[in-house]
């Protein structure tokens, strides 16, 4: 098992940055892909970025690629979503997951999931 608490979601305006964390435990961190889906009120959840297990590889959505980086450190089993120019559509639920080995878009295919941080991006 593998247990995984997001943090860092919050209110800021459009064009502000935020960072958010996911602390992981209970299993070894580093054999694990992570990823980062969301869901805004209304919407299915959706795919924001992913990246592989020792972090050389990273993935990210077209509707946040160049704003939005992710990155991990394994020595502190800690996965981080950097989200800059902020936009009101950026509005959603944060959610943190790992899989062992997919990296891809499928929500399906990952087996851990966090509870979720709200991020709140104001006009």
């Known amino acids: 098992q593998v247990q995984l608490v997001e943090s860092g979601g919050g209110l800021v305006q459009a064009g502000g940055s935020l960072r958010l964390s996911c602390a992981a435990s209970?299993?070894?961190?580093?054999?694990?892909?992570m990823g980062w889906f969301r869901q805004a009120p209304g919407k299915e959840r959706e795919y924001v970025a992913s990246i592989t297990w020792n972090g050389v590889y990273t993935y990210t959505a077209d509707s946040v690629t160049g704003r939005f980086t992710i990155s991990r450190d394994n020595t502190k089993n800690t996965l981080y979503l950097q989200m800059s120019n902020l936009k009101p559509e950026d509005t959603a639920i944060y959610y943190c997951?790992?899989?062992?080995?997919?990296?891809?878009?499928?929500?399906?295919?990952?087996?851990?999931w966090g509870q979720g941080t709200q991020v709140t991006v104001s006009s």
């Open positions: 209970g299993r070894t961190f580093s054999a694990y892909a």
């Open positions: 997951t790992a899989s062992n080995g997919y990296y891809g878009r499928n929500e399906k295919s990952y087996e851990y």
